[in-house]
């Protein structure tokens, strides 16, 4: 039973266009979500997260969006760069438990 | 900084040997982890650990068992390797969950393991 859902196993976006990527969850009780980018052969790195008290978190050029009524979170990334063709995870977790539970990812290329 | 250091980044092992995956991590967190990413399938839990000599099943723990004598290093051992067990193995840290920073996972550089 995958808890969180990428649907979009890809993503092309012309460089300087906003990217969307989207992110489904089922579990109520996720009051924690994180978004991860990830080059070939390195490990993820962190970036941006939203706590489900808040519906909008912005970082620089990312901002992450959280729907509850939806569970549903979307990261955008305006404009998009080059540099930022990735796979981008999402994860979510709860209070009280240790656990990150991750979607499947989805490949962004950004073309120049 | 934040270092979380996996000890090989390639490995090659034949069908049946024991692996050992060894991670340390310099920021004296509570919590490591060991996930698994495969295409079509995102990161996988196998195990975690939230204290020394402490551990908890993850999603996927078959086949696999952890080890942690010290705060700062979790070792992922696998005692006779499967070919169904080639992956990228991860390693990441965190502090406790709501307490400190944001919760964040940081991650290790990974260790690609082939299983012939």
């Known amino acids: 039973d995958q808890q969180v859902k990428q649907n979009s196993p890809s993503l092309s976006v012309q460089e300087g266009r906003i990217s969307i990527l989207n992110c489904d969850y089922t579990?109520?009780?996720?009051?924690?979500f994180l978004w991860y980018k990830k080059y070939p052969a390195e490990g993820p790195t962190f970036l941006i997260s939203?706590?489900?008290?808040?519906d909008k978190n912005e970082d620089g050029r990312f901002t992450v969006f959280l729907n509850k009524s939806a569970k549903h979170l979307s990261l955008h990334i305006v404009p998009s760069q080059p540099g930022d063709s990735a796979v981008y995870f999402c994860a979510a977790s709860y209070s009280g438990t240790y656990k990150y539970i991750f979607g499947t990812g989805t490949r962004l290329k950004v073309l120049a | 900084d934040v270092k979380v250091t996996q000890s090989s980044r390639y490995l090659v092992k034949r069908t049946g040997e024991k692996v050992f995956l060894e991670c340390v991590q310099d920021m004296d967190h509570e919590n490591m982890f060991w996930y698994r990413q495969d295409p079509g399938l995102g990161l996988r839990l196998i195990y975690f650990?939230?204290?020394?000599?402490?551990?908890e099943k993850g999603d996927i723990p078959e086949g696999y068992s952890v080890s942690r004598e010290k705060k700062e290093r979790f070792s992922l051992i696998l005692e006779s390797a499967s070919t169904n067990q080639t992956s990228m193995y991860l390693c990441a840290s965190s502090y406790l969950l709501g307490t400190k920073n944001t919760g964040e996972l940081f991650f290790g550089e990974g260790s690609r393991l082939t299983v012939l």
């Open positions: 579990n109520s009780m996720f009051d924690y």
């Open positions: 650990s939230y204290d020394v000599k402490m551990k």
């Open positions: 939203i706590s489900s008290i808040k």
